[in-house]
């Protein structure tokens, strides 16, 4: 059973739609996690981090924790264009180490 | 504000050649650095991190190593590169609340 584990796509939804993006991991001593946007051929960007079960929200974008169930989600809404992109899920291990997920890609079409 | 720079963006190189990547990092005193691999399609993988001068960790056992000789750099190298060191190669600082921010990352193709 991989650490992170995402769908990898590619989602597919119309624009001004709100995709949904999820992810599940393993380790349920895991505290913090983050979520990446990374455009075709460019380095990875932060999009938000979450460490409290529940939403996070900051702008278009809304990040949800259930570390119950062991899975975090990205919601985008009012999806546009631009936003398409694969999208990198990552948990905290110990001090230093980021464990990141495989992507998602995502797809927004006119 | 802080700003990482990596160069080269592009690299092509023999297998059994040497390799030297640099990262430096502007505008923050004493960050955690790390060095990831990214595959073709693939995720990240951690490859070193940093937390001071002379101070590197290994996280994979490999032909690459990692050095820190001042406070803002970092360099990836290898005496010899294999064709399975071909990949996106992306350096990261780590900033308020454990975040990490990448630089624009190398892409080393190896032939």
């Known amino acids: 059973q991989k650490e992170v584990e995402q769908n990898s796509g590619p989602l597919s939804v119309p624009e001004g739609a709100i995709a949904s993006l999820n992810c599940t991991y393993s380790?349920?001593?895991?505290?913090?996690f983050f979520w990446y946007r990374q455009y075709s051929g460019k380095s990875p960007e932060l999009i938000m981090f979450?460490?409290?079960?529940g939403d996070k929200e900051d702008g278009r974008f809304t990040a949800q924790l259930n570390k119950a169930s062991q899975y975090v989600s990205l919601l985008i809404r009012d999806s546009q264009p631009s936003d398409s992109a694969t999208y990198l899920c990552?948990?905290?291990?110990?001090?230093?180490?980021?464990?990141f997920g495989a992507g998602t890609r995502l797809a927004v079409h006119p | 504000s802080q700003t990482i720079h990596q160069w080269p963006a592009t690299l092509v190189q023999p297998v059994g050649s040497p390799l030297s990547l640099e990262c430096t990092v502007e505008?923050?005193?004493?960050?955690?650095l790390y060095w990831y691999r990214q595959a073709a399609g693939r995720g990240l993988q951690l490859l070193f991190y940093?937390?001071?001068?002379?101070?590197i960790s290994s996280e994979v056992p490999q032909n690459l190593s990692a050095s820190r000789p001042q406070d803002r750099q970092f360099i990836l190298s290898s005496k010899k590169l294999l064709l399975s060191d071909s990949g996106f190669y992306l350096c990261?600082?780590?900033?308020?609340?454990?975040?990490?921010?990448f630089g624009p990352g190398t892409r080393l193709l190896v032939l």
């Open positions: 940093s937390v001071g001068i002379g101070q």
């Open positions: 979450i460490y409290s079960n």
């Open positions: 990261a600082w780590e900033g308020a609340g454990e975040t990490q921010y």
């Open positions: 505008g923050t005193s004493n960050p955690n």
């Open positions: 990552a948990l905290k291990r110990g001090y230093n180490k980021l464990i």
């Open positions: 380790d349920r001593g895991s505290q913090s």
